[in-house]
């Protein structure tokens, strides 16, 4: 893959694809462009990818939804606007696509970077991992990110992740289930885990992984509610005015300004 993206960094090994977010200036946060992409590098996955590696910065892996794109679009008048479905499809693709894919994270996880942690087979991380669920502190909730955090970890874990926001260490976040394993050198453990996947037929992780998810069908089934859900908060007039005030003050909503 040659093309030059604007949010993302693609490597092509085959049959290892790796995308990496890159977008330092705002904490490899989500924007529609990055989705868009991420879905053009899916697009054009044939049989001799059976891999996907996703990755951000030693820092940051992925900090959510880009507040500050969102307060731009309200400031342009274009709220309500706002569609989770392409999101959700990448994660959705993720979690059942015809390849393995693994999430290597470092650094922060937070919000939808969660979403992108739970949609994938296998998580590995670094010491330096924490993850986080901090939509509750601006009125918001993580309805789409749910389906696959239950998915991965259980109701309540994801029900305490999301009522606390605050962040969970590695430690916890592997004894949660969330991180299948982590080590102080983890891009060692990227690649011992890469030379065992290799081996694998992609037509046998096709056919596994379409049985897989035929057992529990949890994505599918809560589609249209997550979807929904995202809608509603992201058109409550309170949620965005909190977003906005966070991001042209860096306060949050229950802090006052100094006087």
Same mark, same amino acid.
């Given at each position: 893959m040659s093309d030059v993206f604007q949010t993302i960094v693609v490597e092509f090994e085959p049959p %290892?694809?790796?995308?990496?977010?890159?977008? @330092?200036?705002?904490?490899?946060?989500?924007?529609?462009?990055?989705i868009e992409e991420c879905h053009q590098v899916l697009a054009r996955f044939d049989e001799s990818t059976k891999i996907l590696v996703l990755e951000g910065s030693a820092e940051v892996f992925c900090f959510g939804a880009d507040f500050k794109e969102v307060h731009q679009s309200v400031s342009q008048g274009i709220q309500g606007e706002q569609n989770p479905g392409p999101l959700y499809e990448l994660w959705t693709d993720l979690a059942t696509g015809p390849f393995v894919s693994v999430a290597h994270v470092r650094g922060q996880a937070n919000a939808g970077g969660i979403g992108f942690v739970a949609a994938c087979d296998i998580v590995l991380a670094d010491k330096t991992a924490v993850f986080s669920l901090s939509e509750l502190l601006f009125g918001l909730y993580p309805a789409c990110v749910l389906p696959f955090?239950? &998915?991965?970890?259980? #109701?309540?874990?994801?029900?305490?992740?999301?009522?606390?926001?605050? @962040?969970?260490? %590695?430690?916890?976040?592997?004894?949660?289930?969330? %991180?299948?394993? #982590?080590? %102080?050198?983890?891009?060692?453990?990227? &690649?011992?885990?890469?030379?065992?996947?290799?081996?694998l037929s992609r037509s046998g992780i096709e056919k596994y992984k379409k049985y897989f998810h035929s057992l529990d069908d949890i994505l599918a089934r809560s589609k249209a509610k997550a979807l929904a859900g995202n809608r509603d908060v992201f058109m409550d007039r309170r949620n965005i005015e909190m977003i906005s005030r966070y991001v042209e003050t860096g306060l949050f909503p229950w802090e006052t300004p100094a006087i």
């Open positions: %290892v694809c790796t995308i990496r977010f890159h977008r @330092p200036e705002s904490r490899n946060t989500i924007n529609d462009l990055m955090l239950i &998915r991965r970890i259980g #109701f309540q874990k994801a029900h305490y992740m999301t009522l606390m926001t605050q @962040p969970i260490s %590695v430690d916890q976040a592997h004894q949660w289930g969330l %991180v299948d394993a #982590f080590d %102080v050198n983890s891009k060692d453990l990227l &690649r011992k885990h890469l030379l065992r996947l290799r081996r």
